[in-house]
């Protein structure tokens, strides 16, 4: 897995194409995530713990929550989102945002880079929709939402719980 954080647009932020309350940015445990201890499954991880992320280059996890869900869930195929993207066969929610930035964004979203659900690009051969799967969640919590990668791919992050009023 190798972090694109090179070359990023400072202070742009992708076009979100779901409202982020209704995200399930949540990663299945055994998915590795780029940390700068190394690639870690994430299930390893604990608040503290510092990931490279695209947007910022390294953020500490606050919070990690854990749950056991039946939600719909999303495979993709190894190399079918780009070049080692994702780096190994990847199954995440259909709710999870990922971050496109290739010819998706612009034929799909008319945006050079957009942060959608994985549902949204089930196409039946490379990215197919498993239907409603039991699965061990994991997520990372960060003090702003943040890009993180995992299995090679660059998705969201869970948001910071909201202080109350």
């Not at 993709?76 to 964004?105: H, K, M, Y």
């Amino acid at each position: 897995m190798e972090p694109k954080t090179v070359g990023r647009e400072n202070g742009s932020r992708p076009a979100r194409h779901v409202e982020p309350q209704t995200a399930c940015n949540a990663l299945a445990a055994g998915t590795v995530v780029l940390t700068l201890e190394g690639a870690l499954p994430v299930e390893y991880l604990n608040p503290g713990d510092r990931v490279i992320t695209r947007d910022s280059g390294m953020a500490v996890v606050t919070q990690i929550r854990r749950t056991r869900r039946v939600i719909p869930a999303v495979a993709i195929r190894a190399g079918s989102l780009g070049n080692t993207r994702p780096d190994r066969d990847a199954v995440f929610p259909a709710r999870q945002e990922i971050l496109i930035r290739d010819w998706r964004a612009g034929a799909l979203f008319g945006a050079s880079q957009a942060l959608v659900p994985a549902a949204r690009l089930v196409d039946g051969e490379f990215v197919r929709d498993l239907g409603p799967a039991e699965m061990d969640l994991v997520e990372l919590v960060f003090d702003a939402p943040h890009i993180v990668y995992a299995d090679g791919l660059e998705v969201a992050s869970a948001l910071p719980a909201m202080a109350d009023a």
